[in-house]
């Protein structure tokens, strides 16, 4: 890539990461081009959907994310790691203003751009899951999808004003229900 096309996608990149989290995951595309003092071609020459901006901002995060179950899979306890991971994802999906809807939609669309990077997130969380069910510390009639929906529900929770209050009590209480032998972490 020309160092000028480099320059241009790195400051799309950059401003869209600002906008994206002042104005949530549906912000204009136009402005975004706009405030990085590119033309929408451009924008669209290196990124050709809005799911492609995403993936691209998100991929880092996502990856980051499956590295810490990976790192929480050799924690002595494994209720424990599930719980922390739950929270870390919860706490990042919701602070991805309006990307909940696209990652639950993005994990069901094999086209989509952020379908890898969504499988690899969920697929991180089953292998905490099935570590936790294995010792018998957590539900065996939970699967991986399920646990990706309630970690989306949580962050959605957050993301509304009405019910943001009570959403640190409801996590509590849904961990508690994965887990066994806990009445309330």
Same mark, same amino acid.
């Given at each position: 890539? =020309? ?41 669209? =020459? ?11 901002? +998100? $991929? ?36 991805? $203003? ?30 905490? +899951?099935? $570590? ?25 929770? =957050? ?9 640190? $009590? ?11 032998? =806990?009445?309330?972490?």
């Amino acid at each position: 890539m =020309r160092a000028d096309a480099q320059k241009n996608r790195d400051r799309l990149l950059a401003v869209a990461g600002e906008v994206f989290a002042e104005q949530g995951a549906d912000a204009s595309l136009r402005d975004i081009a706009r405030k990085a003092g590119v033309g929408l071609g451009t924008l669209y =020459r290196h990124f050709p959907t809005r799911e492609a901006l995403l993936e691209t901002l +998100l $991929r880092a995060s996502f990856e980051a994310l499956a590295a810490r179950a990976g790192e929480l899979e050799t924690s002595d306890s494994a209720d424990e790691a599930l719980v922390v991971w739950m929270h870390e994802t919860t706490e990042f999906t919701y602070s991805q $203003r309006g990307i909940i809807a696209l990652m639950m939609d993005a994990i069901e669309d094999t086209n989509s751009a952020l379908h890898a990077s969504c499988v690899m997130l969920r697929a991180a969380g089953t292998a905490l +899951l099935t $570590r936790a069910q294995a010792e018998g510390k957590a539900r065996d009639d939970l699967n991986g999808e399920e646990l990706f929906d309630l970690i989306a529900a949580l962050a959605w929770l =957050r993301e509304q004003p009405a019910h943001a209050p009570r959403a640190g $009590r409801l996590f509590d209480i849904i961990a508690s229900a994965i887990l066994t032998d =806990r009445a309330e972490i």
